[in-house]
């Protein structure tokens, strides 16, 4: 198979009526990122990116969104992991600290950013998550109506409302 040719029309009835294409037709890949599930999906869970290629995809960038399709968008792989293997699945990631009803991946081919990314079709929920840090296991077990301390859940007063 070849990335690069052209098109041939012809008129099975009138063989001699035929044309080929004046330009080249490159034929590229691209990549589909797979549906998220676990929706929602919690601040700082880890999470498994995964996708799908057609054609010769080698490298991969994938972005997120908390606004949909609209973005903007923020890269996932930065650093060492720039330009991301597309062979190398999955890639493991950690969900950011935003919370939003319409939060997106997309994922373009880092060797033909000019060809339209795709996202998921899905607008997935992201959420908070609160760590109980005591008791822990080096301390007794709180009873309920026991002399333990009283728990409360306060907002710092600095803090924008989520």
Same mark, same amino acid.
């Given at each position: 198979?070849?990335?690069?040719?052209? &098109?041939?029309? $012809?008129?099975?009835? !009138?063989?001699?009526?035929?044309?080929?294409?004046?330009?080249?037709?490159?034929? !590229?890949?691209?990549?589909?990122?797979?549906? &998220?599930?676990?929706?929602?999906?919690? !601040?700082?869970?880890?999470?498994?990116?995964?996708? $799908? $290629?057609?054609?010769?995809?080698?490298?991969?960038?994938?972005?997120?969104?908390?606004?949909?399709? +609209?973005?903007?968008? *923020?890269?996932?792989?930065?650093?060492?992991? #720039?330009?991301?293997?597309?062979?190398?699945?999955?890639?493991?990631?950690?969900?950011?600290?935003?919370?939003?009803?319409?939060?997106?991946?997309?994922?373009?081919?880092?060797?033909?950013?000019?060809?339209?990314?795709? *996202?998921?079709?899905?607008?997935?929920?992201?959420?908070?998550?609160?760590?109980?840090?005591?008791? #822990?296991?080096?301390?007794?077990?709180?009873?309920?109506?026991?002399?333990?301390?009283?728990?409360?859940?306060?907002?710092?007063?600095? +803090?924008?409302?989520?």
């Amino acid at each position: 198979m070849t990335t690069d040719g052209k &098109i041939k029309v $012809t008129d099975v009835g !009138i063989p001699l009526a035929t044309g080929t294409s004046a330009g080249v037709l490159r034929v !590229i890949g691209n990549v589909v990122p797979n549906e &998220i599930v676990g929706s929602p999906l919690k !601040i700082n869970d880890p999470y498994n990116i995964t996708w $799908t $290629t057609f054609g010769a995809v080698t490298n991969i960038n994938m972005y997120y969104s908390i606004n949909g399709d +609209s973005g903007p968008w *923020t890269k996932i792989n930065t650093g060492a992991n #720039d330009r991301w293997d597309a062979t190398v699945q999955p890639f493991p990631w950690q969900v950011p600290d935003v919370i939003t009803d319409n939060f997106k991946i997309k994922i373009e081919d880092a060797n033909n950013p000019s060809v339209a990314s795709i *996202t998921v079709a899905n607008n997935v929920k992201v959420i908070g998550k609160l760590v109980l840090d005591s008791p #822990d296991a080096s301390e007794p077990d709180w009873v309920i109506g026991g002399p333990q301390k009283q728990i409360s859940l306060r907002r710092p007063e600095n +803090s924008a409302s989520r």
